[in-house]
């Protein structure tokens, strides 16, 4: 969403280290039949394997299904759509993980996978290739048609994984994991939403502007705006090199219109991408000063927002994601008022920017308002957990009256990597032991003890949920 910094900025880290008990060292291997466990997936009509890989402690499996391109007319045409397995053990419960963009295939846990330590089935969203439909008809690119796409994946699973199920993602992962819930409230047994915007109304700018008029401090928020207006001020030198680079690593402009236009959202963005990541107890310190040297700022610009972000290369993998921003997901929408009479392309930081002209975006109003009042009124074990300091978390999900065993949690001073491991210690015990219960695992007496123990390295590395910035 702002999904890769710009909506593409660094990664920042969606799971830490926390895992109720060490993973045990041998994966079990077959069902309780006896059958091997790829034999077993592969027995599911539809499925393929991909490749199996070599992980200690689990098996490893990249496969992909078959899904209809439209669920209402399963009979006009069919896509693969690749997912992954990271199989512990059919007695274990089962993590459905999206980051609603791109799988990686470089296994690792999601965070609700290391604290009941289980199996985890990671799928890849709709239309991220290489699961999309060729020809193309974005038209079937929406949040009920990928929600289906889950529902059918968790039916042709469920019978090898009979234990409890739990659904989670960061950022757009978040909503794709709630979006779920909203329309197969029953396939879940629990939902982990870590960092998920809830844009029910793409036109108010008022939330945002709030946002990035107090969070922090003030001599901080003041700094960041300096360097945004010299990032502008020096524009003609700045646009001079981002072209020379361009043309070094064969970037080009053309969906966007020319680099000067890029730059111009690029730098609209620094504010977003600068709380969206950085670390603001460091970050703030680490500032550049408005007199910096044009390399000094050129740095300081490409790890916050990315140059490569806003080039036609850097806009098409996340194309889907810019669609459905237009179509139905919403963006955010705020001002720039410490860049008042710089501005060459006043509104031109939208989701229509970054996707080609011949594509149509009507935008569905009744998507969000939907999702959101099913939420306040329904949300049944439901987990929500937001950043402080996160620009997302201007407009995040609310639990109403209807809500049942369901919460909201805010980690201080969190940014868009925030997750359980990082709660105060109520708040971390309290959510522990939720996510145990909705998993069918006893909770161990006291709390601390499910935080902190060891976990495997090469399998908990941060997983990629990369969210632009959002342009407005």
């Excluded at 997936?41 to 990249?62: K, S, T």
């Excluded at 991220?128 to 994946?153: E, G, Y």
């Excluded at 107090?214 to 020096?234: D, H, M, N, S, Y």
């Excluded at 390399?295 to 036609?312: A, R």
Aim: proline residues 7%; hydrophobic residues 35%; contains cysteine.
């Amino acid at each position: 969403m702002r999904t890769r910094k710009r909506w593409l900025l660094t990664l920042a880290a969606l799971i830490s280290a926390v895992s109720v008990s060490a993973p045990t060292t041998v994966a079990s291997a077959a069902g309780r039949d006896g059958t091997d466990i790829k034999d077993r997936l592969l027995a599911i009509p539809g499925m393929h394997l991909i490749e199996e890989q070599p992980v200690d402690g689990y098996r490893y499996f990249v496969l992909d299904y078959t899904q209809p391109i439209d669920h209402r007319h399963p009979d006009r045409g069919t896509f693969q759509q690749r997912l992954t397995v990271l199989h512990k053990s059919v007695d274990r419960p089962t993590v459905f993980y999206t980051s609603g963009y791109n799988v990686s295939t470089t296994p690792s846990r999601s965070e609700p996978t290391k604290i009941i330590d289980g199996n985890q089935v990671s799928l890849e969203y709709r239309y991220f290739t290489p699961s999309r439909p060729v020809p193309t008809d974005w038209k079937k690119l929406d949040i009920k048609q990928a929600a289906t796409d889950q529902h059918r994946i968790f039916q042709a699973l469920h019978a090898v994984y009979p234990k409890n199920w739990i659904a989670t993602g960061g950022s757009k992962g978040g909503m794709t994991a709630t979006y779920y819930r909203r329309f197969f409230p029953h396939d879940m047994n629990g939902t982990v939403a870590y960092v998920a915007p809830n844009n029910t109304d793409r036109a108010d700018s008022r939330p945002y502007d709030r946002f990035f008029a107090t969070v922090g401090t003030p001599a901080c928020r003041t700094a960041v705006g300096k360097i945004e207006r010299e990032a502008l001020l020096r524009r003609d030198e700045m646009v001079n090199r981002y072209e020379k680079w361009a043309a070094d690593n064969k970037r080009t402009f053309r969906l966007i219109g020319n680099a000067d236009r890029a730059y111009e959202v690029l730098v609209t963005d620094l504010v977003f991408g600068f709380w969206q990541y950085q670390p603001a107890k460091t970050a703030c310190a680490e500032l550049p000063a408005p007199t910096a040297s044009t390399d000094t700022l050129w740095t300081w610009i490409d790890k916050v927002g990315g140059f490569d972000s806003y080039t036609d290369q850097g806009l098409e993998k996340y194309q889907p994601y810019y669609y459905q921003a237009g179509t139905q997901l919403g963006e955010p929408k705020y001002h720039y008022p410490n860049l008042r009479g710089l501005l060459r392309y006043p509104g031109i930081n939208n989701s229509r920017s970054f996707v080609p002209r011949s594509i149509p975006m009507p935008f569905d109003r009744r998507a969000m308002p939907d999702v959101d009042r099913w939420v306040r009124q329904h949300a049944t074990r439901m987990m929500f957990v937001n950043g402080q300091f996160d620009p997302w978390n201007a407009k995040h999900f609310q639990l109403g009256r209807g809500a049942r065993d369901s919460y909201l949690y805010t980690v201080p001073g969190g940014n868009h990597g925030s997750n359980i491991a990082q709660l105060k210690d109520a708040d971390r015990t309290k959510a522990t032991a939720s996510l145990l219960t909705w998993a069918g695992l006893p909770v161990p007496a006291g709390g601390r003890s499910l935080v902190q123990p060891p976990y495997n390295t090469t399998l908990d590395r941060p997983q990629d949920h990369r969210e632009l910035t959002l342009r407005p």
